[in-house]
């Protein structure tokens, strides 16, 4: 029998698989702390990594077969001291795509029709007030393009769903686009032609802060941002800037540079649309990417390799 780590309080019945083991999870929507893991994991056999991964907590793992990440994105575990230990990290990137585009296009809904601002207006004012022809005009997106920065899964999904609406798609990636996704474009062209740009890129030392300011000033007069990537990928100043300026016409934010702390300015700005880092947080999901782990760790365990590993081992 295996001892297997979640670190956090996620739904149990995900982890059914698993149930010839001894599974070791905290209460839901709790976690363990850093000192409590690092109790428990000299003697684990498999982490399921809800959040931060340190390299210290990763080096007292000295009987890990594995480390699987709960997610797509794993900057929060230290990849580089898991390799240097000989254990394999992964992550689950198809468990997420549907669940994560189906926010990155709810987010472009309601920024381009308004939904936030006018649903918090209607519950402060007079509603008569904000009834009438012309009042509160928002933007059609059947017609507009929408510039896709990375298009993996989870970009080519948002993609998929947007030429449902009627949007041409043009699409930025470091690995090539491929032309069944989008229209491939520069990374020039993507800012300068899109009416949405919506970001689906990891969180890279390539990637951190690339859409910087002068990146932001050189996208279109009223276009939208949609970041459902990683905070840091944008400079969230610069951001603000746009949007308070009017240069921008909206934002619609799931992740944000030093979570949970949401950058002080965008909650006063009734033209962004903010949620708390909630892409791929659905119960169904929940349970699917507590599956996906589950199967990578029972591979790991019997011998096998693994699917999905992303520090070269």
Known sequence: MAKIIVTHGLPAEGFDLLHEHDVIIPPFLTAFTKEQLMEMIPTA???????????EVIEAGKNLKIIANYGAGYDKVDVKAAARCGIPVTNIPEAVTDVTAELAVALMLAVSRRVGELNNRL?????PELFGMGKNMGVTL??????????????GRVAEIAKVLGMHVIGYCRSGCDPKVAEPVSFDEL????????????L????????SRDVIFRMKKGAMLINTARGAVVDNDALADALESGHLFAAGLDVYPQEPQIPERFLSM????L??????????DRCEMARACSRQILDALAGKRPVNIVNGL
């Open 45 to 55: 056999d498999a982490v399921v990594a809800g959040s931060a991964m340190p390299d």
């Open 191 to 202: 800012i300068a032609r899109s009416d949405v740009l919506s970001l689906h890129c990891p």
């Open 204 to 211: 890279t030392d390539e990637t951190r802060g690339v859409i």
């Open 270 to 273: 009734d033209n962004v649309v």
């Open 275 to 284: 949620m708390p880092h909630s892409g791929s947080n659905t119960y169904d």
């Open 123 to 127: 519950r402060r004012v007079n509603p």
């Open 142 to 155: 059947r017609g507009k393009t929408l510039g896709i920065f990375g298009c993996g899964r989870i970009g």
